[in-house]
């Protein structure tokens, strides 16, 4: 697992997309810390988000505390309500996020 300054969630998004902004709010409402990696607007230089979760659509997240990876954002809302909710099994952790944007992974 990553140390203290690297939260456990990374999060793949892209700018003004509203899928990614639903993920987003749900990440915050639940307090959850994770890094968002903006990429790249043209799909077919997504080649990160190919290499991590064999898609090259977004919103995509890898959360290191369960080892789960996961596109399209109604499963990753539906997963993230059942993993850190109010009735969840784990507790958030909780901080700020960080932001990066994408560089040459």
Known sequence: ????SDPPITFYRLQGC???ERVTRTLEEYDLAYR????EP???DRDVVKRVAGVRTVPVIVDETTGVTMAESANIVD???STY???GR???AAG????TAEGDD
Request: net charge negative.
């Open 96 to 99: 700020e996020h960080q932001t």
């Open 1 to 4: 697992m990553s140390d203290r």
């Open 90 to 92: 784990l507790e958030p």
């Open 18 to 20: 509203p899928y990614c």
């Open 85 to 87: 909710g109010e009735n």
């Open 42 to 44: 043209l799909h077919s």
């Open 36 to 39: 968002s990696r903006f990429v």
């Open 79 to 81: 997963y993230l309500e």
